[in-house]
């Protein structure tokens, strides 16, 4: 697994930096990052040769952790210089079918997942685990939280998103996004992370969690 200095050398030779305006702060925690993967594994009974669905890869930290499990990987990457980082470094996964790497923006809409990423997905049944871009956050979960082949939900979030998600009726923060995931999915959170568990560190605490379908 990629360690601090790992992903920082990999930046490097690829002439990238992280990009403030893309969410880009990289999870550097190896014990939180086995911790996510092993509650996909299970919680969704991911086996070798499941699919699971990843946005924002990064340097490919999370990508590297499933693959090893025997997971087909689905990664969608908005920045170009990382999506030229994961097909260097991860260039035979890629060619035998197990990482299916898509360039571009996840969403369609707040309501609809990209055209490609949805194509590469198919009919078959999914997990969703990811260290979500916050900006993106929100629709995703909406999204496969209501999508039937979804198996379960295991991110990486801003704390505020995981409070809104896990709100009482009648509490400010109880809202749509509360509605529309808590409707097909039980929440739970799995770890806060503070800043220093990130670099760049970001100037918001973080969580993970479980959104298992009801």
Known sequence: ????????????????????ALGQNFLVDQNLL??????????????????????????????EAMLERGWRVIACELDSGMCRLVRSRLAEPIASGRLTLIEGDCLESR???AAPVRAALGDTPFALVANLPYGAASPVMAICAADRRCLGQFVTIQR?????????????????????VRAFCAVERL????PECFWPRPKVTSEMVALTPL
């Open 160 to 180: 505020e998103v995981g409070e809104r998600l896990r709100a009482a009726v009648g509490t400010r923060d109880y809202g749509e996004l509360t509605v529309m």
């Open 1 to 20: 697994m990629q360690t601090l200095s790992d992903i920082k050398a990999l930046l490097a030779l690829h002439g990238l930096a992280p990009a403030h």
């Open 34 to 63: 086995t911790k996510l993967v092993d509650a996909a594994a299970a919680r969704a009974r991911l086996v070798e040769g499941s699919t699971v669905l990843e946005i924002g890869p990064g340097t490919g930290v999370l990508t």
């Open 111 to 113: 309501r609809a997942l």
């Open 191 to 194: 770890a806060t992370l503070p």
